[in-house]
């Protein structure tokens, strides 16, 4: 007799915290599509949506790495040569006192598996706000309530470190710094990473520095890696070949243990416990590594050209438009203007997608200081769409709120 299903099976009740608002308006944005209108996206990170392409040597190597017959599992760490280029990598960028490299699928697991090893019920983990929405659905996934500190928008988005300050409590067991910035495109000074090393120090804390734009610096300013700032101070540092490297898609990224050996080991051994278990990263992606890190890195010349034109586009519309302001980004490919309007982000957001068909993200789904508006626009589109959307949105912002 065939079995029927009485009830019906409930999500945990956790996942009512896990919200990832760029992916959910991909809902509505379906509906505008199936009524036959094309959608300019300015909402997802995806260089290879828009005019980027990977690297060839870079899929060279991971074909032949395919017909070489890597195809069963790696070591749960990754395989040495990736190993080694990422440790190579980590000392050009000033990084002393490694004590352990590993490589996940994309930074996303990363920071699962980081997370998932450190934090108790109870503890909590400094996030920024606004964030990049992983950090809480993660902290969500564990049953870990959010305690957030603000970016400083007067500040060019620097992190506010009085309130930092504030938000420390005795279970504090970490903060994460993304750095460049999703959604701001701000990136640190050197003063603002040292008092952020020097709280940590203070308070024990593990820094999760998510460092995954560092070569689309838009300045020619140089990056710096908050663990060469701290060498002594357990930094967990986040890389991959989705951004800068422009293969997302591969789902290949990885993290740089640093600090003091005797402190950081048994958070290691942790670390180390979940990577085996969860068996490896994809394998032959894994040979793309070395092939990035220690070729040539001609393309980034010219990502970091259109970057620069497209941020200057952006911002130059947003000087031209009443209502809208934004701090220049310096860095990866987000802008973050605030808005004066008299209704809700999401609301703006989800009309705009609607009447207009330009899909952008409302800062409610990132988290920003209450009685503030924003939308964060990706800028990764060419000039010719760029140009298109944000005369939708002038347009749209003239009409509906004259
Ligand atoms: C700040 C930040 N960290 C991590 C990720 C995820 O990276 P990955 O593709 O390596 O999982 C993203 C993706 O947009 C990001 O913006």
Sequence with gaps: MPLTQAREIAPASRLENVRYAIRDLACIADEVAKQGHKILPLNIGDPNVF????????????????RDGKNGYSPSSGIKPALDAIRGEAARKGITTIQDVFITSGVSETVDICLAALLNPGDNLLTPCPDYPLYSAVLAKLGIGLNTYYLNEEDGWQPDLDDIRRKITPRTRGIVLIN???????????????QIAELARQHNLVIFADEIYDKLIIEDDPHIAIAKVAPDVPVITFGGLSKNYLAPGWRI????????????KPYLD??????????CANHPEQYAIPAALDGPQDHLIEVKRKLRSRRDLTMQWCSDTPRVSCVAPRGAFYAYPRIDIPEGDDVFVTELIRQKHVMVVHGSGFGQRPGTKHFRIVFLPDEKTLTDAYSAIGSFIRERYQ
């Design 253 to 264: 990224g990885w993290g740089i243990a640093s600090g003091e050996a005797s402190v950081i």
């Design 51 to 66: 005019d980027f392409v990977t690297p060839p040597h870079m899929i060279e190597a991971v074909y032949k790495a395919m």
């Design 270 to 279: 942790g670390i180390n416990k979940l990577l085996r278990a969860r068996l």
């Design 180 to 194: 460049p910035n999703n959604p701001t495109g701000s990136v640190c000074t050197r003063a603002m990473l040292e």
